[in-house]
Every structure is written in structure tokens, then in C-alpha cells.
């Protein structure tokens, strides 16, 4: 179940996890990263050294990655920092997976931009794919969770897949988008209709001149 609980800390959790560190990638990353601060306020990259921690464990697993306990203690050895200051940091910011998630994590906003854009719309999509909010698919192929906004409420609703936004959805967009994936394709990210970015669906309504040059408009002013 996917949730704001740390896994519980089992032998066998020990087992898989008690040896953990970086790989070569990383570590060089991590040393990189501590350059940014200066000396006695390491403590400042626990929040980038968590997220090399969950993109690593999700290169070793084959998923979107999470952060078991003793994976969260080496990160607060690497930063001379307690290991509950480093579980406090993870635990409050919700891209931090506290629990095995899926190969694709799918996050949709309910808050209410979304929720009145068609929230429920995309929920049933996810649905009818055997998604079910909290849970992770018998396959190990997909999480699902419901979270509050993701920032992109002009384009409601919206979902965010691993690294990636998928917005101005319906349920037969979101049924393409969770179909494409599984097929291991690569779905269009961003908006899932006619627009660029955030701007108007069918293109400029004020300032139509700026989209086809550096138009003055300062001689109607």
C-alpha cells in the first residue's frame, strides 16, 4: 500500500537494504551536490540526497523508487545528521515514496481545479485498468494515489506519472495514456489537447500579433 507510513522495519527489510550506498553515479552526484553548501550546513541536502537515494533504489527494483528505513539512516550518515531529522524531511514531502510503489507512480490531483475539470473522469480511466487509489497492481506495474494540487490547475485535470505531467485530460486521454505506457510506449507529456503549455486552447485571444512576431503595440496605447 502506498501511503505517508514507512515500511515497517523487518529483518528482511534489513536484509535487502542494510548495505546500501552510492553507486558510482551517485556518488560523485552527492559529492557535487555538497559543494553547494558550506561547511556545518550539510543538513541542507538531505532533500537532494533523498532523491538520489529514491532514483537509485527505483534503477535497482525497476520502479519509481522509495526510500526504505536503513536507505534514510545511510543518507543521514552521509550529512552527520540524526536519522529521525532525515525520516521527518521524507515523510513530510509527498514525492518521497515511504512504501514500494509501482514501475509508474500515477499521482492525480483531486483538489479541486481538477476535481471540478474532471477528476473523477480520470480516476475511472485508472479504474477500469484495475488501478485502485492507495495500491499497487499484483504485477508491480503501476501505483496509484490521489494527491492535492500539482501546480498545473489551468490545465485541469491533470496527472503526474513518475517525472512526467499528462494534463487537460478526459477518461478516454488517460485511458490512451495508461495504455501507451503499458505497452512501453512514450506517451505525449504535457497537454493531451490542442494547446501550448498553458496558453488558450486555439491559440492567443489578446495580443494575436505577438504569436507571429515581436509586435510594438505601444502606437494603439
Not at 473523477?120 to 494527491?147: F, H, I, P, Q, S
Amino acid at each position: 500500500m502506498a501511503g505517508r507510513f514507512f515500511a515497517p522495519d523487518t529483518p528482511e527489510l534489513r536484509a535487502e537494504w542494510g548495505d546500501f550506498a552510492w553507486d558510482d553515479k551517485r556518488s560523485k552526484a552527492a559529492a557535487d551536490i555538497l559543494t553547494r553548501y558550506p561547511a556545518g550546513r550539510q543538513a541542507s541536502a538531505s532533500i537532494p540526497f533523498l532523491d538520489l537515494a529514491q532514483r537509485q533504489v527505483g534503477e535497482m527494483t525497476g520502479t519509481q523508487g522509495w526510500l526504505p528505513i536503513p536507505v534514510i539512516e545511510f543518507v543521514a550518515q552521509q550529512l552527520d545528521m540524526p536519522a529521525i531529522r532525515v525520516q521527518e524531511v521524507a515523510s513530510f514531502y509527498t514525492m518521497f515514496n515511504l512504501a514500494p510503489v509501482g514501475k509508474f507512480h500515477v499521482q492525480v490531483c483531486g483538489t479541486t481545479p481538477c476535481m471540478l475539470r474532471g477528476s473523477d473522469d480520470v480516476l475511472a480511466a485508472c479504474a477500469k485498468r484495475g488501478l485502485k487509489k492507495g495500491y499497487t497492481t499484483a504485477d508491480g506495474m503501476w501505483t496509484l494515489t490521489e494527491v492535492e494540487c500539482l501546480g498545473a490547475c489551468a490545465n485541469a485535470p491533470m496527472v503526474q506519472i513518475n517525472d512526467d505531467n499528462y494534463e487537460d485530460l478526459t477518461e478516454e486521454s488517460m485511458g490512451a495514456v495508461l495504455d501507451a505506457l503499458a505497452r512501453g510506449e512514450k506517451p505525449k507529456i504535457g497537454p493531451q489537447v490542442e494547446r501550448q503549455t498553458s496558453c488558450p486552447e486555439g491559440g492567443p485571444t489578446t495580443l494575436k500579433k505577438m504569436a507571429e512576431r515581436n509586435y510594438d503595440y505601444r502606437g494603439q496605447w
